[in-house]
């Protein structure tokens, strides 16, 4: 079986997986107002790094000037979770596995000074993490929308099935810039305000920085305690370049290869996309009841972090894993009352479940979408 060994979460909540952990379970959400930054004209609200406080840490591992921000996020989690798992990240059989969308985007900027042009391809910028750890293998790069970080822990399921690697380090970071927010508004699909997912009144996503890791290994005897990567599925309907289908077809189709001849009883709850973007919320909405999982619980974090795009199924597939440790459902922060057509089952409470299993479920542009079950001690895996 697949199974994680190690997570480490760098957010604005945190630099950790368990301070992120505490801080969403308390309520509490990174999202804020920014006016005139970037110059950009029109306000916008997102949750961002402490770049000083990175910097700070990060100093302790390498020079500062030698990575870009965004490598900086990604080295900084990587690191700790590869001490965590105790692995040996020089080795041959480790893989490494980086999920973004933007990379280092900025430097299309031509102001932008201080680093070689070829930075912005996502196979360089990658490569600036395995050389950190001296890792002969070359890296993968996922980059499929909004669902890479799904599609990144699919594909390292597929490199340890095969017996390719003894270790898969799966990484997801974007970091914001002018050149994404601007992007976002040129679609009207943000809110100034935080975002409310599922919600009647939702009228747009927020953004988000992060970094998120998982290392999985394949075993054979597994404990209670180990989480398990069961199934994972793939499926685009390529409805259109930014909106999603309108009956979930792709989502769909996903969510019924991922749970498998799992009963629906046996899940604890679906983490969704949630974007509180007025389509996606919808089609999910769609999928979910088309699946015959209308009564699993649902819950979506954009309003914790807003949407943290690479890092968002890497992220919110570890902060899944800790809700079920800990007995719970998280809380939709933003939610108040449900504005979708098909009947969901959401709250913006923490709610108990003694359950060990659920679905990460994303969608994404160009009719992209993914789902993974996860399950607690391989529980009917």
């Known amino acids: 079986m697949i199974v994680r060994i190690a997570d480490n979460i760098v957010s604005p909540l945190g630099l950790t997986s368990s301070e992120n952990y505490a801080a969403v379970k ?13 110059h950009l004209p029109e306000p916008f609200t997102a949750s961002l790094m402490d770049r000083e406080k990175v910097e700070n ?4 591992l390498a020079d500062n000037e030698k990575y870009t921000f965004f490598e900086k996020m990604i080295i900084l989690s990587t690191s700790r979770a590869i001490a965590e798992a105790k692995i040996d990240p020089t080795s041959d059989k480790v893989l490494f596995i980086l999920s973004t969308t933007k990379g280092n985007v900025f430097l299309l900027d031509k102001r932008e000074t201080g680093f070689p042009q070829d930075r912005v391809l996502l196979g360089v910028a990658a490569r600036q993490m395995t050389e950190f750890f001296h890792n002969p293998n070359a890296p993968i790069v996922v980059s499929n929308a909004c669902i890479s970080g799904v599609c990144a822990q699919i594909e390292a399921m597929r ?6 690697f003894d270790h898969v380090v799966v990484v997801g970071c974007d970091v914001q810039s002018a050149f994404i927010v601007s992007g976002f508004q040129s679609f009207k699909a943000l809110s100034v305000e935080p975002c409310m997912p599922f919600d009647a009144n939702r009228c747009g996503l927020n953004l988000g920085d992060a970094a998120a890791t998982i290392v999985y290994t394949r075993k054979d005897n597994i404990s209670e305690n180990d989480w398990v990567a069961c199934r994972g599925a793939i499926r685009n309907d390529a409805n259109h ?6 009956t979930g077809e792709g989502s769909y189709r996903a969510l019924k290869v991922a749970l498998g001849d799992v009963n629906p009883d046996q899940i604890a709850f679906i983490n969704t996309h949630g974007t509180a973007t007025l389509y996606n919320d ?7 009841e088309r699946a015959g999982l209308s009564q699993v619980p649902v819950n979506g974090l954009k309003g914790y972090y807003g949407h943290t795009m690479g890092a ?3 992220m919110e597939t570890i902060l899944s894993m800790k809700a079920i440790d800990d007995h719970n459902i998280l809380a939709t ?5 449900l504005g979708v057509t098909h009947p969901l089952v959401l709250s913006n409470q923490n709610q108990p479940t003694d359950k060990r299993m659920f679905i990460k479920l994303l969608s994404g542009f160009g009719g992209c ?7 607690k001690g391989g529980a009917s895996c």
């Open 26 to 38: 308390a309520g509490r959400s990174a999202l804020k107002r920014y006016d005139g930054l970037w």
């Open 57 to 60: 840490v990060f100093a302790e």
């Open 159 to 164: 490199n340890l099935e095969n017996g390719l």
């Open 241 to 246: 370049i930014s909106g999603p289908s309108r």
């Open 282 to 288: 919808e089609m999910e909405s769609f999928a979910i």
């Open 312 to 314: 968002a199924g890497i």
């Open 333 to 337: 922060r933003g939610f108040e009352t």
């Open 369 to 375: 979408n993914a789902a993974l079950l996860m399950a």
